[in-house]
């Protein structure tokens, strides 16, 4: 069946092509023309082309999300927030996943900025910030989630505040001797880390024990060295949770009884082990990320969410 085209609706609405357009795009027509033209798209099914008004407009109406993981649940629960804001503004999603690859980030921005998107929602590293910025000056709103980024609109979670929501609640739980595993080279687990040692300090506790992994293979190796002189275990990412729970369960080793374990980010799962954890509100903060899309505000925004201690028992 062949696609209708602009030139059927004004034939059938009995005026020119360029009418159509304008009434397509909001321009100033007369009403009963108006009318006449909307009349005609609806007898014959017209579906505008996204593509034609995005090049008349300079800009497509989609939102760009540039995903670092999309196998972890943080992004899985802000690309729902991200995408129920999008969808309320007739904007499409435009979604790429960079499997936490510098080379591939930095790609995928470029991408995105040759789709010329409405707007972008970043989580890569800082090494696509430079070009996110050269995006923003030309006049696409670019949102950097999780982080802060100098020049670029920005939702993070207040990660000095997880850590030391993580120290008060080992010190509630009579937990002293801490060992940390973090992921390398994230500003969010640094200030995680951070927030922790002046946490476990304020009540009185030694600084914790931490060792740095590049990914899950390295972590059952990092959870045998701290267990030597710690019995408890804080993950400052989620993205190693499961690493680290097999880590101990396959030593043999029962929570709280026989080590403690305090991780970031609610998993659907995480209830069920019951495993205590220190939330970022991932929903909230996708859709925070879209309205500035939306709002396209003058002046740089920065959004800091509170995190949020789910206690669940892993720590006594």
């Known amino acids: 069946m062949k696609r209708v085209t602009i030139g059927d609706v004004a034939a059938h609405a009995g005026v020119s092509t360029a009418t159509v357009s304008r009434v397509l795009n909001g321009g100033l027509v007369a009403e009963a023309t108006a009318a006449k033209v909307w009349q005609a798209t609806e007898s014959l099914g017209y579906s505008p082309n996204a593509l034609t008004r995005s090049i008349f407009a300079g800009r497509a109406s989609t939102i760009g999300v540039v995903i670092r993981d999309l196998s972890s649940p943080f992004y899985l629960e802000l690309i729902r927030g991200v995408d129920e804001v999008a969808a309320s503004a007739d904007s499409p999603v435009l979604l790429a996943n960079t499997y936490r690859d510098a080379g591939r980030e930095a790609a995928q921005v470029r991408a995105m900025d040759q789709q010329r998107v409405r707007g972008l929602v970043i989580t890569a590293d800082e090494t696509a910030d430079d070009h996110a910025r050269r995006m923003a000056e030309n006049g696409t709103p670019c949102v950097v989630v999780a982080r802060t980024a100098p020049g670029l609109h920005s939702v993070s979670l207040d990660d000095v505040a997880a850590g030391e929501l993580m120290a008060a609640h080992l010190a509630d739980c009579g937990r002293s001797r801490v060992g940390v595993v973090s ?19 304020e009540h009185g506790l030694r600084d914790p024990e931490e060792v740095l992994v590049t990914n899950e293979d390295e972590v059952h190796e990092a959870v045998g060295t701290l267990l030597e002189r710690n019995d408890t275990i804080v993950c400052t990412t989620g993205r190693l949770t499961v690493a680290v729970h097999t880590a101990l369960t ?67």
């Open 183 to 201: 992921g390398r080279h994230r500003s969010t687990q640094v200030k995680r880390a951070e927030g922790l040692r002046r946490g476990l300090a």
């Open 250 to 316: 396959a030593r043999g080793l029962k929570m709280p009884d026989d080590v403690g374990f305090l991780t970031m980010d609610d998993f659907p799962w995480a209830s069920a082990l019951g495993i205590s954890v220190v939330a970022q509100p991932s929903y909230d903060m996708g859709r925070r990320a879209a309205e500035i899309i939306v709002e396209e505000p003058r002046d740089l925004t920065e959004v800091v969410f509170e995190p949020a201690l789910i206690a669940r028992g892993s720590c006594g």
